[in-house]
């Protein structure tokens, strides 16, 4: 069965400093990776996907990942954050069909 | 532009008491999904739902729960019997149609209380 796991259960920024979300999942022959953002009182908003292609994939509000088959990883990063990055972020695998197997995630706080 | 949506928001309920949850995926999607997440952990994987039939189901599923497409844009998830533990936010999610297979997209939850 697959796994994730996200290194960082809370990660505090200053605005507009870089960031970097890490995540790691188990090893399969095939994976999909998602990265999810939780804001506050709502629900999971897809940020980006990587299913197959360039190991970069760039998502939305700015922020890109990168597919890392040798370490097993998908780190997210956003070269500079805003208040309105505060946010819990799940990272996800796919598992057999459909499944979505998500980490225990990472809540983002931004410091002004 | 389309979105999961769920109802009640927030739903209070006596232990042993039944539940229903509901969910409009977005309209052409094929697959439709129920997530958990309780308090504090994960959000874990309950059942996906294809064709009018499940395609999966984790061990969470077990006899108490079950899922129905009564009418073509509805996806519910009823509780029989519910327990304490079975506190938590559900989250919807659909995916398929134009959008890609692999794309999840995700209502806002119901919070779910058993007292």
Redesign the interface.
Known sequence: AQSVTQLDSQVPVFEEAPVELRCNYSSSVSVYLFWYVQYPNQGLQLLLKYLSGSTLVKGINGFEAEFNKSQTSFHLRKPSVHISDTAEYFCAVRQGAQKLVFGQGTRLTINP | EPE?T?TPSHQVTQMGQEVILRCVPISNHL?F?W?RQILG?????LV?F?NNEI??K?EIFDDQFSVERPDGSNFTLKIRSTKLEDSAMY?C?S?GGDRGL????????TRLTVT
């Open positions: 999961v769920q697959y999904y997530y952990q994960k959000v874990e994987f996906s294809y395609s999966e984790s989250f999610a995916s692999y794309e999840q997209y995700f209502g806002p939850g």
